[in-house]
């Protein structure tokens, strides 16, 4: 094989591995968009969140990686359930005349006070938590961190148990309902305003479970949930608002765009090209890939 | 309130304004002076976001981007901070025009998301192009007037909210206002309606743009300085505070707004690292509790209040049932 399609192809799988905790991330916003029709501007916030739980969990506690995960998983999710009951469903009682726009100023506030609310608690330095493998995993072509490659595997364990759960059990059944048409939903005798809470708090464990994935490798700081869920955001444009196949195939898409951008164009523009995604898209096929389809 | 008690407390409000520096100090007239370019910055952020209802969190980027353009050519080409200025509000008006046009394609949730992206990128972009922005160090800027006194900066900042808020003030009071408002509330209806879409986002993207990038210009040749810092999601979340706390789409909301968060934020300055957190809990508090801000708390408070109003709504409402019972 040439060395540059060598190159290329390792650039490729880079970018898949990564891409499976991206559509971690963005499969949580996108359950939420669904039910609640408001996007998580927290999202990332949640992502940094599930990173601290996993070095509390893995270094403070010494409870090991897996335990970390676990946690943070969690913690997070009573979080988003508290979150959601306590600041986003009072909007919704029927006082406000446009709910959602509160809604979406609402969690863009949350993302800030969570942001600066870690900083006198955790200071203001880089945190990894405890690692999941040693050494590195040879894939043929190339050879990827242990850790990466274990936390894309889980990324890919933990999309499948929510797809799972969206297609064959009751409360999956009854969260799509409502995504596709509330008041229908609500008809049937789903108890439409409990599910809020329900979708929330799994959307943000999701964003915590790729927080908690990636702390061993890229870190968790204050601010390192913007960068994260800026990218989430890019896929949820790039995959059609609300499709779950759009969020999973666009994560993979932009996890690879990203890699090949940083391999051709520059490196240190790696976090804009989410950006320029979102452009093109909107020039070229303003719905996204998968616009419109059903949830 | 009567007529006369209006006049009064307004003589009095602009007699006090207009005197500040004479009786204030120089820290607090700082703390006036940036009120004063936040009134700028929320009430052009309300008109884009309260009237024509088009959510944006890159206003902040807008006004950093003026202060970064006039910086560049006020120290790269030796041209006088003033020209600097117009010339930063040129080119917020421009990127202004080129994201409304972006997000035309895009509705609710898209277009926010887009605009957030935006933001990002662009802090991004100045993070990193340090040969020309110096990254995080941030740009030093030429100073607009020669000397330390604050005074002339306070009343240049004070022509230019006046100023900013005239203009604010005619565009809601007039046929363009309305039409921005029926955009906000139902867009179909009011492109059957035949109001030219495109034109009146472009208009009010562009315009309010143009506004934060000349308060931001001017913030830049005050302070002498414009970091990427300016442009954080945290900055923006205080332009946000400040127009929820006065009333979104109101027009002297956001003015109160803007002066009182501003300094309520110095007075929270003593808690040091906590400071961002506490202000963050008051936003979240504020937003949860009096989304309408303080003056629909206020309209409230004097609704429950006034006994002639229900009186007046208990008559009414004995007149339709009387009516009521007559037809049955």
Same mark, same amino acid.
């Given at each position: 094989m040439p060395k540059s399609l060598e190159l290329f192809l390792s650039y490729v799988i880079n970018g898949l591995i990564i891409g499976n905790i991206y559509g971690l991330m963005a499969l949580g916003l996108t359950l939420i968009l669904g039910v609640m029709?408001?996007?998580? %501007? /927290?999202h990332g916030e949640f992502y940094m969140l599930g990173g601290y739980a996993a070095y509390i969990c893995s270094i403070k506690l010494g409870l090991g990686p897996v335990a970390g995960i676990l946690g943070a998983i969690v913690t997070v999710f009573f979080i988003g359930l508290f979150v959601e009951r306590a600041l986003l469903t009072p909007f919704y009682s029927g006082r406000l005349e446009r709910p959602s726009d509160y809604a979406l100023l609402m969690t863009f506030s949350l993302s800030v006070f969570l942001m600066n609310v870690v900083i006198p608690i955790f200071g203001p330095y880089q945190k990894a938590s405890a690692p999941l493998a040693e050494g590195s995993v040879n894939l043929g072509i190339v050879s990827v961190g242990a850790t990466r490659v274990i936390a894309s595997l889980v990324a890919i364990l933990l999309m499948a148990l929510l797809l799972l759960l969206l297609s064959k059990t009751r409360l999956g059944i009854a969260l799509r309902a409502i995504a596709q048409d509330r008041d229908a939903a609500a008809i049937c005798g789903i108890d439409v305003n409990r599910m809020n809470p329900v979708a929330f708090g799994i959307g943000t464990a999701m964003a915590a479970a790729a927080g908690a994935l990636l702390a061993p490798t890229f870190l968790v700081y204050p601010a390192s949930g913007s960068l994260a869920a800026s990218k989430a955001n890019a896929i949820l444009v790039l995959g059609g608002m609300g499709s779950i196949k759009g969020a999973i195939i666009g994560a993979l898409l932009l996890g690879v765009l990203e890699s090949l951008g940083v391999l051709f164009l520059s490196p240190g523009y790696r976090d804009v090209y989410g950006f320029l995604v979102i452009v093109l898209v909107l020039l070229i096929k303003p719905t996204g890939l998968f616009g419109g389809q059903e949830f | 309130m009567k007529p006369r008690a209006k006049i009064i407390i307004g003589l009095l409000l602009s007699i006090l304004v207009l005197s500040l520096p004479f009786w204030a100090g120089v820290y607090w007239t700082h703390v006036a002076i940036l009120s004063l370019y936040y009134v700028i910055v929320v009430s052009s952020w309300n008109l884009l976001?309260?009237? /024509?209802?088009?959510?944006? %969190? /890159?206003h902040v980027s807008f006004s950093t981007m003026g202060g970064y353009a006039s910086t560049l050519v006020a120290t790269r080409f030796g041209i006088h901070p003033a020209l600097g200025m117009l010339i930063g509000m040129c080119v917020g008006a421009i990127v202004g025009y080129a994201l409304g046009i972006l997000c035309l394609r895009m509705r609710g949730v898209y277009h926010s998301l887009a605009t957030l992206a935006f933001a990002e990128a662009f802090r991004t972009v100045l993070n990193l192009e340090y040969k020309i922005t110096r990254g995080s160090l941030g740009l030093l800027s030429v100073r607009l007037y020669p000397g330390v006194s604050k005074t002339p900066y306070y009343y240049t900042v004070l022509v230019l909210a006046i100023g900013g808020l005239v203009v604010l003030y005619r565009i809601i009071n007039s046929p363009i206002g309305f039409t921005l408002q029926a955009i906000r509330e139902d867009q179909t209806a009011a492109s059957v309606a035949g109001v030219p879409l495109a034109r009146y986002k472009l208009f009010a993207f562009s315009l309010t743009s143009a506004m934060a990038s000349l308060a931001g210009a001017f913030l830049a040749h005050y302070l002498g300085i414009v970091t990427?810092?300016?442009?954080?999601q945290t900055a923006m979340s205080f332009v946000l505070a400040m127009a929820i706390m006065g009333?979104?789409?109101? %027009?002297i909301g956001p003015v109160i707004g803007a002066v009182c968060v501003e300094f309520l934020a110095e007075y929270l300055r003593v808690y040091g690292r906590y400071y961002m957190s506490i202000f963050g809990l008051v936003v979240l508090l504020m937003l949860r509790f009096t989304p309408g801000g303080l003056l629909a708390l206020a309209r409230n408070l004097t609704d429950s209040v006034s006994y002639t109003r229900w009186v007046s709504k208990g008559k009414q409402m004995l007149a339709t049932l009387q009516v009521r019972n007559k037809v049955e």
């Open positions: 029709k408001i996007v998580n %501007f /927290a | 976001v309260g009237y /024509a209802g088009q959510m944006s %969190f /890159a990427p810092d300016w442009a954080t009333g979104l789409g109101t %027009f």
